[in-house]
């Protein structure tokens, strides 16, 4: 459609629709990552409370003195020593060092299962101090969507739990010395059955971090219209490139800009002006100076323009200031005032007539990159108001008067909200009169007063409005300093975060329930006692002869009575551990 409205673009121009590849980025430094690093250490609830799990099961049919156990109450103490969160080699590594261990408290066992018979034992309970690490990968590519559009596609792996040998849980009491003599021939052994519990259990997590961080990333595709006036600027904004390095997280993001229509109040031309500038050098510190930073914000001066271009040709800053101020009426006694002796002079005093006044931009806005007072500045030139009155009855253009000036506009970006801010300076203004003819020179120092009015019209309070910035697990934003490139190319807002008021996260515990908070529903005997043993009619190494087997089974001799013994305490230390399971 524009190679119809519009020439072909000449050279370091961009005609309305022709992508922006390096319009905007965000960088977040692994200074950055090893800060919020910092947060997820915050944020490990302290202690998990096991209160009131007790049961009963029977083993078979003929089980006349059912199985009964209860664990008093007892805290589980979670506590990280250090979280990592790298970039490198095109992914992300998490990997969480934590230690885990309890309160002392009291298991009670009483009763009969299959062979275990006249059970009473009271063991003392209190896991001992465990490391635990976690470590999962992260990894993350552009691919083209069937739209056409960039989207970002993210592969978590689900995380590898390694758990250092568990020591003995339990104290005086049998059970406890059996385990004792199990650790001794294999240290592991506690470890291992809680892996079997809490590996299931984190099956699918990667899936879950995939679609949450895809949702979030891909949030950053945008598609929206806005304007002044009767025009509208479609835009579009989609990631257009994406690093994982020893740098941190690098993702770019390209943009399209396109106005509905060109109005004829503006000579448009081919489109606005292009640097085609690289992408800046992303490393911890701000351009050349000392300043290290946790995440960053570029935006290109290429992008702004090409905006602020589409605005402006489809004649949304073409206005008639007469009709759009309100509560002010504009005739020749108010500019008698303003514009001096040789103004006055043409009208008659007594007899007010209306002045016109049209805003006649030869020339788009443009932005420019400020180290000092607002960090942005639109810039206006050859912004031209005409002035027209009734004289010797007829419509007389009086005189023009070109505005020289820069806008500021602070992006206001603080720890809850971003809100802008226009600001504007009016001892910064400055004026050029190419059109005076029916006055004296100098007319246009009493606009300056009055452009304000003027600039309200064109840039409404509304314009900019205030946006709240949500908490993120009590993420805040300490200090964000805005600094241009040398080239005047690309505004880089650098952001301190504050990880002051991040709260570990609250969980209830449990209360209640049978083998551990989830309760249990299964067969008779969850423990398979025969089969842990390794003794059955089937099992390998078992026959008549052997010790401790029968073709029925285990043998119910006393003096092997204390092993089934240990593989129930251990099983139930084991589910007692699981029972953080969905409810961390």
Same mark, same amino acid.
């Given at each position: 459609?524009?190679?119809?409205?519009?020439?072909?673009?000449?050279?370091?121009?961009?005609?309305?629709?022709?992508?922006?590849?390096?319009?905007?980025?965000?960088?977040?430094?692994?200074?950055? !990552?090893?800060?919020?690093?910092?947060?997820?250490?915050?944020?490990?609830? &302290? +202690?998990?409370?096991?209160?009131?799990?007790?049961?009963?099961?029977?083993?078979?049919?003929?089980?006349?003195?059912?199985?009964?156990?209860?664990?008093?109450?007892?805290?589980l103490y979670l506590a990280a020593q250090d979280v990592?969160?790298?970039?490198?080699?095109?992914?992300?590594?998490?990997?969480?060092?934590?230690?885990?261990?309890?309160?002392?408290?009291?298991l009670d066992v009483t009763g009969d299962c299959s062979?275990?018979?006249?059970?009473?034992?009271?063991?003392?309970?209190?896991?001992?101090?465990?490391?635990?690490?976690?470590?999962?990968?992260? #990894?993350?590519? !552009?691919?083209?969507?069937?739209?056409?559009?960039?989207?970002?596609?993210?592969?978590?792996?689900?995380?590898?739990?390694?758990?250092?040998?568990?020591?003995?849980?339990?104290?005086?009491?049998?059970?406890?010395?059996?385990?004792?003599?199990?650790?001794?021939?294999?240290?592991?052994?506690?470890?291992?059955?809680?892996?079997?519990?809490? @590996?299931?259990?984190? @099956?699918?997590l990667g899936a879950e971090i995939e679609t949450s961080?895809?949702?979030?990333?891909?949030?950053?595709?945008?598609?929206?219209?806005?304007?002044?006036?009767?025009?509208?600027?479609?835009?579009?904004?989609? &990631? +257009?490139?994406?690093?994982?390095?020893?740098?941190?997280?690098?993702?770019?993001?390209?943009?399209?800009?396109?106005?509905?229509?060109?109005?004829?109040?503006?000579?448009?031309?081919?489109?606005?002006?292009?640097?085609?500038?690289?992408? &800046?050098?992303?490393?911890?510190?701000?351009?050349?100076?000392?300043?290290?930073?946790?995440?960053?914000?570029?935006?290109?001066?290429?992008?702004?323009?090409?905006?602020?271009?589409?605005?402006?040709?489809?004649? #949304?800053?073409?206005?008639?200031?007469?009709?759009?101020?309100? =509560? !002010?009426?504009?005739?020749?006694?108010?500019?008698?005032?303003?514009?001096?002796?040789?103004?006055?002079?043409?009208?008659?005093?007594?007899?007010?007539?209306?002045?016109?006044?049209?805003?006649?931009?030869?020339?788009?806005?443009?932005?420019?990159?400020?180290?000092?007072?607002?960090?942005?500045?639109?810039?206006?030139?050859?912004?031209?108001?005409?002035?027209?009155?009734?004289?010797?009855?007829?419509?007389?253009?009086?005189?023009?008067?070109?505005?020289?000036?820069?806008?500021?506009?602070?992006? =206001?970006?603080?720890?809850?909200?971003?809100?802008?801010?226009?600001?504007?300076?009016?001892?910064?203004?400055?004026?050029?009169?190419?059109?005076?003819?029916?006055?004296?020179?100098?007319?246009?120092?009493?606009?300056?007063?009055?452009?304000?009015?003027?600039?309200?019209?064109?840039?409404?309070?509304?314009?900019?409005?205030?946006?709240?910035?949500?908490?993120?697990?009590?993420?805040?934003?300490?200090?964000?300093?805005?600094?241009?490139?040398?080239?005047?190319?690309?505004?880089? =807002?650098?952001?301190?975060?504050?990880?002051?008021?991040?709260?570990?996260?609250?969980?209830?515990?449990?209360?209640?329930?049978?083998?551990?908070?989830? =309760?249990?529903?299964?067969?008779?005997?969850?423990?398979?006692?025969?089969?842990?043993?390794?003794?059955?009619?089937?099992?390998?190494?078992?026959?008549?002869?052997? #010790?401790?087997?029968?073709?029925?089974?285990?043998?119910?001799?006393?003096?092997?009575?204390?092993?089934?013994?240990?593989?129930?305490?251990?099983?139930?230390?084991?589910?007692?551990?699981?029972?953080?399971?969905?409810?961390?």
């Open positions: 459609m524009w190679t119809l409205l519009l020439p072909i673009a000449a050279a370091g121009t961009l005609p309305p629709g022709e992508p922006i590849p390096r319009a905007a980025a965000l960088h977040v430094s692994n200074a950055g !990552l090893a800060h919020m690093g910092d947060a997820v250490e915050g944020l490990v609830p &302290p +202690s998990f409370p096991v209160a009131d799990i007790y049961g009963s099961f029977e083993c078979d049919e003929a089980d006349e003195d059912p199985l009964t156990y209860s664990l008093g109450a007892i805290d990592a969160l790298v970039a490198a080699d095109g992914e992300l590594h998490l990997t969480l060092y934590l230690t885990l261990s309890s309160s002392a408290s009291q062979f275990l018979q006249d059970l009473e034992e009271t063991c003392g309970v209190a896991f001992p101090t465990t490391s635990v690490v976690a470590d999962l990968s992260i #990894a993350m590519a !552009l691919y083209e969507g069937n739209d056409g559009v960039n989207y970002i596609d993210v592969t978590a792996s689900d995380p590898a739990i390694t758990i250092s040998p568990i020591g003995n849980p339990l104290s005086d009491c049998v059970l406890a010395d059996a385990i004792g003599t199990l650790l001794g021939t294999n240290e592991e052994a506690i470890s291992a059955l809680l892996l079997s519990f809490v @590996e299931p259990e984190l @099956e699918g961080l895809e949702d979030a990333l891909n949030g950053l595709v945008l598609e929206t219209s806005f304007g002044l006036g009767e025009g509208e600027v479609a835009l579009t904004l989609e &990631p +257009s490139s994406l690093e994982l390095t020893e740098a941190g997280l690098v993702l770019g993001l390209g943009a399209t800009s396109v106005p509905s229509f060109i109005s004829d109040c503006v000579d448009a031309g081919e489109g606005s002006a292009s640097a085609d500038a690289p992408w &800046p050098d992303f490393s911890e510190r701000a351009w050349d100076t000392s300043l290290e930073y946790d995440a960053a914000i570029f935006v290109n001066k290429d992008f702004v323009d090409h905006v602020l271009w589409g605005v402006w040709a489809t004649g #949304a800053l073409c206005l008639d200031v007469s009709t759009a101020v309100e =509560g !002010l009426t504009l005739d020749t006694q108010l500019f008698s005032n303003l514009f001096g002796e040789s103004f006055a002079a043409l009208f008659d005093e007594n007899d007010p007539k209306p002045v016109n006044i049209v805003t006649a931009p030869d020339a788009p806005p443009t932005i420019g990159f400020q180290e000092d007072g607002a960090p942005f500045a639109l810039q206006l030139r050859e912004f031209g108001l005409n002035f027209s009155a009734p004289l010797d009855d007829r419509e007389t253009r009086l005189f023009r008067a070109d505005v020289v000036a820069d806008v500021g506009i602070d992006p =206001g970006l603080g720890a809850t909200e971003l809100a802008p801010a226009v600001i504007i300076d009016t001892e910064a203004i400055q004026f050029e009169e190419p059109y005076n003819e029916l006055v004296e020179p100098g007319f246009s120092e009493g606009l300056a007063d009055f452009l304000p009015t003027v600039l309200g019209t064109v840039l409404p309070d509304d314009l900019l409005p205030t946006v709240a910035i949500p908490s993120i697990l009590g993420i805040g934003l300490d200090t964000v300093f805005w600094l241009p490139d040398a080239d005047g190319q690309w505004m880089g =807002g650098f952001i301190l975060l504050d990880i002051d008021n991040v709260q570990p996260l609250e969980v209830a515990g449990c209360e209640g329930g049978s083998f551990g908070c989830d =309760g249990f529903e299964g067969e008779t005997d969850p423990f398979d006692f025969e089969t842990l043993l390794g003794c059955g009619e089937d099992s390998a190494g078992c026959g008549a002869d052997s #010790a401790g087997c029968e073709d029925t089974g285990c043998t119910t001799q006393h003096r092997r009575r204390f092993w089934p013994g240990w593989r129930f305490g251990l099983g139930f230390f084991a589910l007692v551990l699981a029972s953080l399971r969905r409810r961390g």
